[in-house]
């Protein structure tokens, strides 16, 4: 028997096998499966109308597209409107935040290029920035300077400023880094920047689309977005906190100049020239239709309402694991919370969360820790939380494997 039916089954039959195989995914608890999507039915329902409506749209024929090259005008007019990019802010629909990353950096490398400069292109990062760099450096041939971080795991900034030599071309700060989810001081970062007239990107794909409404909530966030002189182009992501469906990021840049810059080159051929602003040929009308639908759906104010309430039960869930004896939270920026243990092992805690149903996710430096992404917005998703690490921790303390964890290590 192959896989590939000789003839093809039946519409409820396939639709049996996707709810079963969607089970385990709607089973897990926590982690970053939907970013908050699942908060209001009817915002699922926009976007599934937008999809519906979308389905076949392919951003490629942009011109002969009118109405989703105009989504997609709109889409970047907003994004430049919450990152506060000025008159000349611009920007481009991508696949992802790698696509966004790969794309500003490419435009890191075109610049430096018209300027004469090569043969070696380096790019001086924290190591904390996310992996999309190394990729992206790795693809376009570029040289990723990594910095290690201070103590407080930021940005090293006067370890990067030492760092930056006759090579570098760019420099870059995420806000935040998913690994502590901290902030790195952007506004110092991009000072060193123009004082050394290098191209500044802010990685923002986590906080693009919530930091900006968790401040107007009332939560402190350092300013990261194109208010700071110096930036050049950020990175933020829809499809994270933009809460759209995936797979929808933005590039923005400071201006159209830098835009340019960016852009994949057109190319002449039979059809004749063909003009894409990036790595993508084909982008789904659907997924950007659905990013533009959330964002006139839910406006400025239910984004903060959402960016009150998701930070409202981060600081529930870290209150309620400090007061868990053997267990402590560390302080981040956002909506993630990372806890541990100093007298017990923090995996193991980790082990017996998993046994639970929870997805953990891990931190193996500096010192292990275990990370929980708020992306459910209920009570009862906290106390059920805080239930189940209270037990989890005691069945370690004890020494124990719950029947749980037996029968997970049991595959
Ligand atoms: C800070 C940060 N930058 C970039 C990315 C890459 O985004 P994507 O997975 O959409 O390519 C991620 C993904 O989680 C991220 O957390």
């Known amino acids: 028997m192959t896989l590939f039916p ?4 039946s519409r409820s039959e396939i639709e049996a096998a996707l709810d079963a195989a969607s089970v385990d995914h709607d089973a897990l608890r926590g982690g970053p499966a939907s970013f908050s999507l699942e908060v209001d039915e009817d915002l699922q329902g926009v976007i599934l109308h937008a999809f519906g409506r979308f389905l076949t749209h392919n951003a490629v024929f942009g011109e002969s597209l009118p ?6 005008a709109e889409l970047i007019a907003m994004a430049v ?3 506060r990019g000025g008159p000349e802010a611009t920007g481009f629909v991508t696949l992802g935040g790698s696509e966004s990353i790969f794309t500003a950096l490419h435009g890191a490398r075109t610049r430096a290029r018209s300027r004469g400069h090569g043969p070696v292109y380096e790019v001086v990062c924290p190591e904390t920035i996310h992996p999309a760099f190394a990729k992206a450096c790795h693809y376009l041939g570029l040289d990723l300077v990594a910095i290690p971080p201070g103590e407080d795991l930021r940005a090293d900034v006067a370890a990067m400023e030492r760092a930056c030599g006759p090579a570098t071309i760019a420099m870059c700060g995420s806000a935040p880094q998913w690994p502590h989810h901290r902030f790195d001081e952007i506004g110092a970062l ?3 920047a123009v004082e050394k007239d290098l191209w500044f990107h802010v990685d923002a794909c986590v906080g693009g689309y919530l930091a900006p409404f968790v ?3 009332g939560w ?3 300013d990261f977005d194109f208010s700071v002189p110096g930036v050049c182009s950020l990175s933020a992501d829809l499809h994270k906190w933009g809460y759209a469906a995936k797979p929808a990021s933005t590039v923005l840049f400071a201006s159209e100049e830098l835009a340019e810059f960016a852009k994949a080159p057109a190319v002449d051929w039979d059809c004749g020239v063909y003009v894409t602003p990036s790595v993508a040929g084909t982008r789904p009308g659907a997924s950007l239709a659905a990013a533009w639908s959330v964002l006139r759906y839910l406006g400025r104010d239910g984004f903060v309402e959402l960016a009150r309430r998701t930070m409202t039960v981060r600081d529930r869930l870290v209150d309620g694991i400090d007061a868990i004896d053997g267990m402590s939270s560390r302080s981040t920026d956002l909506a993630m919370v990372i806890y541990g243990s100093d007298t017990l092992d923090t995996m193991a805690v980790g082990d017996a969360m998993e046994a639970k149903g929870w997805l953990v996710m891990r931190l193996i430096a500096p010192t292990p820790q275990l990370q929980l992404l708020v992306d459910r917005l209920s009570d009862e998703f ?3 939380f805080l239930v189940d690490l209270e037990a989890a921790v005691a069945e370690v303390a004890a020494g124990r494997r719950s029947p749980e964890m037996q029968r997970a290590s049991a595959y």
Do not use: C, Q
């Not at 000789?6 to 089954?9: K, T």
């Not at 109405?67 to 997609?72: A, D, K, V």
């Open 81 to 83: 409107e919450i990152l």
């Open 190 to 192: 991009a000072a060193v």
């Open 6 to 9: 000789e003839h093809g089954l």
């Open 220 to 222: 402190p966030i350092p």
């Open 215 to 217: 401040a107007e909530a």
């Open 67 to 72: 109405s989703l090259s105009t989504m997609e």
């Open 382 to 384: 906290v106390d059920a």
